[in-house]
């Protein structure tokens, strides 16, 4: 008795091939859709910067301002390379414009991603990305406003006599972006916490245990970030302090136990 026709090995291969062209072309789409918002991303950046670009030189003001403010009479910022003072703006109008321009990144972002998440993804996704987002400008405005100044009138004061501080443009640029940078990372600690006590490293109890080694945790990397002076140290071990404590709320408000997870 002949095999029936969807038994044959020519059925099976050709079953094979059409569950490869189906694969070949989903990862296709999603390619496609990947560079479509890439370009959307980048798009933005390179709109803002060219909206950014007239006011360069000004902006680069306004971040020197709390150096300058500080220098004593006399002394002031200086180019040691010949193309300094017009590239050194420009970096800065760029890495505001990417500044700016990070919510709509990761709004690109979250539309490629979203669609291949759960709905309790979703739900737990969406406010830790916008709070991700409002907690690193955060970071980068206590920087800018508290912790700079602080650290800028520390170093003026132990500048020794007879050495007069005439910082580098270029060099003050990359030691404030660094700043911005490692405390924009920093406040970025209830999300952490919460991230870690949703994929299960931890959970409620071992968070509120270990407040001790948070803490100790929060000072040396404070003391390994910032400027020598224990004001800029403190300046930023107590808001890590404070938010590690943010993060255990919001994972006793937002991250339900794993055993109620799986039992619902």
Not at 192 to 212: E, F
Request: proline share 6%; charged share 15%; net charge negative.
């Amino acid at each position: 008795m002949a095999a029936p026709e969807h038994d044959t090995p020519e059925h099976a291969r050709l079953e094979t091939d059409e569950l490869q062209e189906g694969l070949q072309e989903g990862l296709f789409s999603h390619l496609i859709e990947l560079r479509s918002r890439l370009m959307k991303a980048v798009i933005a950046v390179v709109v803002v910067l060219l909206a950014l670009m007239p006011f360069a030189n000004r902006l680069y003001a306004e971040l020197a301002a709390p150096l300058v403010a500080r220098l004593p009479q006399g002394a002031h910022l200086i180019a040691t390379e010949v193309a300094s003072p017009f590239v050194t703006p420009l970096k800065l109008a760029f890495y505001t414009a990417l500044f700016i321009s990070m919510p709509v990144i990761l709004y690109q972002l979250w539309a490629f991603v979203s669609p291949g998440l759960y709905k309790h993804e979703k739900r737990l996704a969406r406010p830790l990305l916008v709070a991700a987002v409002l907690l690193f400008y955060i970071g980068c405005a206590f920087a800018y406003f508290l912790v700079l100044p602080a650290a800028f009138r520390f170093l003026v004061a132990v500048t020794p006599e007879g050495v007069e501080m005439m910082t580098d443009i270029t060099h003050y640029l990359d030691f404030v972006m660094l700043m911005f940078f490692a405390f924009g990372l920093c406040f970025e600690v209830p999300v952490a916490v919460v991230i870690l006590a949703a994929i299960g490293v931890v959970s409620i109890d071992q968070l509120r245990n270990g407040r001790r080694y948070a803490i100790v945790g929060a000072f040396v990397i404070a003391a390994f970030i910032t400027p020598p002076d224990i004001t800029s140290m403190i300046m930023l071990a107590i808001p890590m302090c404070l938010l590690y404590e943010v993060g255990v709320l919001a994972v006793r408000w937002l991250v339900r136990p794993r055993d109620e997870t799986t039992s619902s």
